[in-house]
């Protein structure tokens, strides 16, 4: 048994709240679109206890996500790679509110060289030490920024960023190929057959984009699936790219909403790769283990 607390996972474009007993169990959660970019002229503090001024104040509150990056309540420097659970709690930011709470702040990660010269990421490093107890060495955490994270032994040792949930969303809301769409309902033949033609040529993305148009102006795919065509293009794009040099017979955890997560998984099991869902709840874990560690529960 430990302390209760107050989980907070952060994001762009999204809040969530928890409040965890101390035996673990999220006893109530809270979720909104107000991420940090909606939040005005520096109103964290005001946005946060709108959410969650009824928990109790005496309970500290452990943060993670963009909440602590240059558009968010306080910027942390990340901490370098590799890195587990330990080096994250070295970092531990403690804020005090004006409501009396005590905020530890967690930073993200980051990783000088590869492709990028650059990656970085806030929040998804916390869902990964969530599920450390599944052995696993490879972990995807879509989104509007997808993640692709190695471990080993208990490490972060690389991961790779695509802008992914971005581009789809660009792509649908502003751009011409989003003109001939009349819904984003999911549907299934329409998200293969895209994932289908990213992975038969995935280097032509840009020009396997265009069919989405010309597939819709000829009635090939149908203006109501043209959504899900589109997102099995991206996602599918992704995956080829993000797996071309992993052993064919490894194991993926996806760690995300049954929404997106479920179709990553149905992405990469159509092309022959062992995909399983993690736990929805991977952060708060990976937030009490981080906590426990610096003896803030």
Known sequence: MHKPFIALDWGTTSFRAYLVGADGVVKDQF??????LAVKDGGFEAVLESHIGSWDKSLPVVA???????????????????????ELAKHI?????????????LTGLHLAGGDLGHD???SEETQVF??????????????????WIDVVEGKITNFATYITGEMFSVLRNHSILGRLMTSDADDEAAFIKGVDKAFADPAGF???LFSVRSLGLFNEVAADKLASYLSGIVIGTEVAHATLSNDRLAKYVILASSGIGSRYVRAMKHAGLNAVMGDPLAVVKGEAVVARMAGVI
Do not use: N
């Open 31 to 36: 979720a909104d679109a107000e991420g940090i």
């Open 64 to 86: 993670a996500g963009m909440i602590t990056s240059r558009q968010g309540w306080i910027e942390l420097p990340y901490a370098d790679c590799p890195a587990g659970p330990a």
């Open 93 to 105: 930011h403690i804020h005090k509110s004006k409501s009396g709470r005590a905020i530890h702040f």
């Open 120 to 122: 970085v990421m806030r």
């Open 130 to 147: 969530g599920s450390l107890d599944l052995g696993a060495a490879h972990f995807v955490t879509p989104g509007t920024h997808s993640k």
């Open 206 to 208: 840009l020009h396997s």
